[in-house]
């Protein structure tokens, strides 16, 4: 199970590395998510997963730590918040410079 979440991580934080270096808004913002993800996914693994097991303290015998849990739950909504903030400027950069280039201009190639 760690090597699966192992993997993921470094998948989504591979991709989100390469969108954030990519030149247009589009792919910036959805490097920002991923990366955002792998975040929340390495918060939720910090918590030690376990099946059957109750995050509240003397429901059970076993119980996990829920910190890590309210950690992803506020981190998913900051992130959300986050992603349409930065769509919004996007969307005014294009409005106002006409290109979706990042730094506002357009390569000559």
């Known amino acids: 199970m760690e090597a699966l979440f192992a993997v993921a991580l470094g998948i989504l934080t591979s991709s989100g590395v390469y ?3 990519r030149a ?9 998510t991923l990366i955002s993800y792998a975040v929340n996914l390495f918060l939720f693994a910090m918590g030690r997963l376990q099946g059957g097991a109750s995050s509240v303290i003397g429901q059970g015998s ?28 996007a969307l005014r950069s294009v409005g106002e410079l006409s290109t979706d280039h990042v730094d506002g201009r357009e390569q000559h190639r």
């Open 62 to 89: 076993r119980y996990v730590d829920p910190l890590p849990q309210a950690l992803v739950l506020t981190a998913i909504v900051i992130g959300f918040a986050m992603t349409a903030f930065v769509v919004v400027l």
């Open 24 to 32: 247009r808004t589009f792919p910036v913002v959805m490097g920002l």
């Open 19 to 21: 969108l954030l270096l």
